[in-house]
């Protein structure tokens, strides 16, 4: 799976974007998000609210938990607002 981090995300985890294997401990969405939260001190912060982090797969917004396979692209990114 392709993973892509935006805007303070990508600051704080200092990565714009990685690859990792679809295995059970990443089969979908919210276990990703646990995964992504034992990586170290900056997966923990930039994931330990969220209400301030969106997820796209395959570049659709997701509101719930979803499965996840192989190929699939994950994106996290802050809300968009507009004005």
Do not use: H
Not at 8 to 25: F, H, I, N, P, Y
Request: charged residues 30%.
């Amino acid at each position: 799976m392709k993973i892509l981090y935006f805007a303070w995300l990508k600051a704080k985890l200092q990565m714009t974007e990685e690859v990792v294997s679809c295995s059970d401990e990443r089969r979908d969405t919210d276990s990703l998000v646990r995964w992504m939260k034992k990586r170290g001190p900056a997966f923990e912060e930039v994931f330990s609210d969220l209400e301030v982090v969106r997820i796209a797969v395959n570049q659709e917004y997701i509101t719930g938990n979803t499965t996840l396979s192989e190929g699939d692209e994950i994106a996290f990114f802050p809300p968009v607002t507009g004005g």
